[in-house]
Each structure stands twice: as C-alpha cells, then as structure tokens.
C-alpha cells in the first residue's frame, strides 16, 4: 500500500511539477579525479561580470571554490529540499576555512549584494537560505570529531544529521538532532532543535557549548557562554544574525543504539492513534527516554497516518512500563508498513521514515505552540487534517501534513535567561506542512495553512489552553511570523546583541528572521 501510494505520489508530482531551470548540469562520464582537476580550471578561467562574485573570486584561498550558473557544483549549491528556497545566484561561493569565510564577509559587507547562507538546504521559506546575488554554500565545513576527554562532539555547519550520527558511531555515542534524513544541521541547531532526545537533554542548542564563528566584518570568533556571553545568547535560537557559524561543540550523549522506527496505518486507524498519542503525552508518563511522533498525511487527496517511536535504550522500554503498554498498542493496530527494530543506529533510524516524497515541490511550515495534547485539541486537529487533506480542493494540492511533538510534561529545559529563543514552560510545537506544485498557488497555500493554524490556535484556547507565554518554534514559524511570536520579551534584547556585533547590518541581507528589521526579509530579497 505505502509502495502504491508513493508511486502515485511521484506520478502525480511529474505529471504537474512544471520545472523551469535557468541552468542546467552537464552529465559528464570521467574518473572523479580528473572531474576536480578540471573543476579547478574552471574556477580559474570562469570570468564573473558581477563584481561581488569577481571581488570573492579574488580573495578567497586554493582551498575554497566558487561556481558560476551552468556548473554542476553551482547547481547542487543554489537546491534546496523545497522548490520555494530556491533562487538562482550570481554565484555560489564555497569556503573551506575560516580566513576565506572572513574574507567573503569582508567583501559582502563593502558590496549592497543580497546573499544567502545554506548549510543542509531543507528551509523552505523563500530568501531565507537562497538569494538572487551571493549563494555562500557552508558544504565543505563537514568535520565530525568527538573529544572524548571533554565528552564534546564537533561538527561542521554544511553537514546533515545523519551524517553526524554516522561519524558518531564509532565513538558509541550522539547527539540532540535530527529525525529524518536531509535536514541540515545549521537551521536546526541556530533555531532551536527539537528531537528524539529532547524529553531527556532539552533541544539542540541547549547541548551546544561553543561555536567556531566569524562576525559579520570578518572577525572570527570561538564563542562560549564565558568568553562571550551576549553573543552566545543570541545564537542559542537567533539564528544567522551577527554572522556565519562554521562548526559547533556540543555535548555528547551516551549510546549510539536505540530502539525504534515508523509505522504506517491507513486512516481507519486515526483516532485509535490519536487516542494513544493523549496518553503518552499524559503526566502519567514519566519516562523520559521514549518519544513519539504520530503524523496525519494526505498524498493528493489519499490519507496516511505515520508514528515514529523511538526508545533511548537499544533493546526498548523495560517490560510493563508505560510507554512500552503505549508502543505495544500501537504495534499491535492493523498497519500498512512497519519498521520498528531493536539495536539500530541513529543514522539508520532516520531513514525509517522516506522523506524525499516531496522534495522538489513548493512548501511552507507553520506551527501552533501548544501547553498539551489533549483529546479534544486532536479532535480538532483531525478535523482539519480532514477538511484540507481530503475534502478540500486543496487535497489535489500533493501533500498536507499535521505533525504531533508529543513531548512529556517533565521533559528537560534550560533556565529562562540562558537562551535566544524562551522555551522554558514545557509545551508540544505541532507543525504543519502544506506542498504544492505550482508558484502560480503560493496565495492559496499560504493562506490556507494561515486559517488551519488560527484555526488549531483559536480551539486550544477555547478548550481552555493557556497559550500567552507559548512562543512559536522559529524552524517551523511561517517565513512572515513577526519576532513578538517567536522570541517575545527577549526581541529588544537580541535586537542589541545583533547590532553590537553587526552594526552595519551585512547579515540582514542574509535573508530570514532578522532583528536588525525587525522582520524577516521575504519580499525584499525574495521572489
């Protein structure tokens, strides 16, 4: 059934995706050895008219690259997970130490060019990641290591999580990050970073205790907590802005096996799902090394339900407890496809989950934050699910899906004046995803997923929730969601730290959630 609907699911993409490229990748069939040397070359001989790209060719080392439209290596850099993050550059610029990240600030901060940072690619909120002027690619920051001694793990800002997991593996330990394949390690540790792990350690940034960084006029910094404390403040959620983050120290966690997987249900099984979803995000859970990720999808118009559950132990949740009653009941609904497996590594636990369905296609997030998942904010939750995913004319618009972070009440969180983003008061930032085919249908999506989050939003209130002090996810938050709405009283305070360490306000085009503006900057350098 899974293998039917995801067939389907690519027929209908290529049937109404109508692809226009402006560049195009030559195929090539020589040893890889010979393709860098002749990279090289290239590089040497490309001759840019845009005097940005001329300035950076110009100063950046043998080490680092940069690629002009219509090489190979330039059309990789400008792609992104959704087809609304990407822009066609002048040029796309790949910087491999840190004197040549300095060196392209330097010039991007004498220039008026618009440009974009892309670590993993996987934003889809236009301009937040591709721009029209400078692509900066961080692909060759890619450096797993793991100091023991310290129990630190570093990692490079262009690499993808399971990619990290993958180079943890030896050392028997990982880290707070990312649940699927393809998600990029910089978005989600500069946004906050929700994870498996997060009941027990908090989210990503919370485990993070020092960046490899350089400011937004070239001085490159290593910041921690004591030897710059505003600053790693503001990038404990402020994402990209005072400048560019090259690696990260975070700490390690112990194991590198876990249990779990996915399973897959047709949508005759919702409610039972959402009933055992109520139950495991109950107080009467307080098992903090389970977690589970129930989520209601429409493939154009057909309904999927999929539960990833994870347990931090690699042979599962102890006999009569009770998370294992929870996974049980849930293994034991009539599925369509089940992949749930003891002693697995976290690389191969995050392709449990196929997530390239709707690569390629426009899409949006958006995010209601909520105190808890009760039965009656489910039932809702359900009801639009319902009425988008299949009963609206939007259910021909590919693929709509309604993600349920079902964290426990106890789960780990830092003090309140330690982070850029305030998540101290436990809450369950469910997510929506609407993708479709078509820029001529932006309004539509972007407006449907608006009335279905207020929607969501409106009903938890009305069911009695207290939202006030519930700040939105900012790597879920749609691309116009005001500052107030993700960071409330700390905005004047990283408003400061930003212009401290760029007063020129160079990272603010960049792109994204910017408080220099004091708005994000879709429509600036957007579309």
Not at 87 to 104: H, I, L, Q, R
Not at 241 to 253: D, E, L, P, S, T
């Amino acid at each position: 059934m899974v293998a039917a609907l995801s067939t389907l699911f690519s027929a209908l993409v290529a049937a109404t995706v109508l692809v226009h490229t402006e560049v195009q990748a030559q195929m090539v069939s020589e040893p890889e050895a010979m393709l860098g040397l002749r990279a090289q070359a290239a590089q040497k001989e490309t001759v840019f008219t845009d005097p940005t790209c001329k300035a950076i060719q110009g100063v950046i080392s043998s080490a680092s690259a940069i690629y002009a439209p219509g090489n190979s290596d330039y059309t990789k850099q400008i792609k992104h997970y959704c087809s609304s993050g990407d822009f066609y550059s002048k040029c796309s610029v790949e910087p491999a130490t840190a004197a040549d990240v300095s060196a392209v600030l330097k010039v991007l901060g004498m220039s008026n060019s618009s440009f974009a940072v892309r670590g993993g690619g996987h934003s889809c909120a236009p301009g937040f990641s591709g721009s029209k002027g400078v692509n900066v690619a961080m692909t060759r920051f890619n450096d797993v290591s793991y100091n023991k001694a310290e129990g630190v793990v570093k990692y490079g800002s262009g690499l993808v999580w399971e990619q990290v997991y993958k180079g943890l593996e030896p050392y028997d330990v990982k880290v707070v990050g990312g649940r699927v394949l393809g998600v990029g390690v910089a978005g989600l540790s500069l946004g906050g970073g929700y994870s498996f792990l997060t009941n027990q350690y908090g989210i990503a940034t919370d485990g993070i205790v020092a960046y490899d960084f350089v400011t937004a006029n070239g001085t490159v910094l290593h910041v921690t907590k004591q030897s710059y404390p505003d600053l790693f403040f503001l990038l404990q959620g402020g994402f990209n802005n005072a400048g560019i983050v090259m690696n990260f120290y975070v700490k390690a966690r112990p194991r590198a096996k876990v249990w779990g997987g996915a399973i897959f249900f047709g949508d005759n099984n919702i409610d039972a799902v959402l009933n055992l979803t109520a139950q495991f995000a109950s107080e009467a859970n307080t098992d903090p090394l389970g977690s589970l990720l129930p989520t209601i999808n429409a493939f154009a118009g057909i309904p999927l339900v999929e539960c990833q559950i994870f347990y931090d132990n690699p042979n599962g949740p102890p006999n009569g407890s009770f998370v294992k009653n929870i996974f049980d009941q849930l293994m034991a609904l009539p599925s369509l496809h089940r992949d749930v497996l003891p002693n697995r590594t976290m690389a191969n636990l995050t392709g449990a989950v196929p997530s390239d369905g709707v690569k390629g296609t426009r899409g949006t997030f958006s995010t209601v934050s909520l105190e808890r998942l009760t039965p009656e904010i489910l039932q809702t939750i359900k009801e639009e699910f319902k009425f988008y995913g299949t009963v609206a004319p939007l259910g021909a618009g590919i693929f709509i899906s309604y993600a349920l972070d079902s964290f426990t009440t106890s789960a780990s969180y830092p003090a309140s004046s330690s982070t850029g983003w305030p998540h101290t008061k436990h809450l369950s930032p469910m997510s929506l995803y609407f993708a479709w085919p078509l820029g001529l249908s932006d309004g539509l999506f972007y407006d449907a997923i608006r009335k279905s989050t207020n929607k969501i939003r409106q009903a938890a209130i009305a069911q009695g929730q207290n939202l006030d002090d519930l700040y939105m996810y900012p790597n879920y938050a749609l691309y116009d969601t005001p500052l107030e709405k993700m960071y409330g009283p700390n905005v004047a305070r990283l408003t400061q730290i930003s212009a401290k360490y760029d007063p020129s306000k160079v990272m603010a085009r960049a792109g994204g959630f910017q408080f220099a503006r004091g708005q994000n900057t879709y429509g600036i350098y957007g579309p």
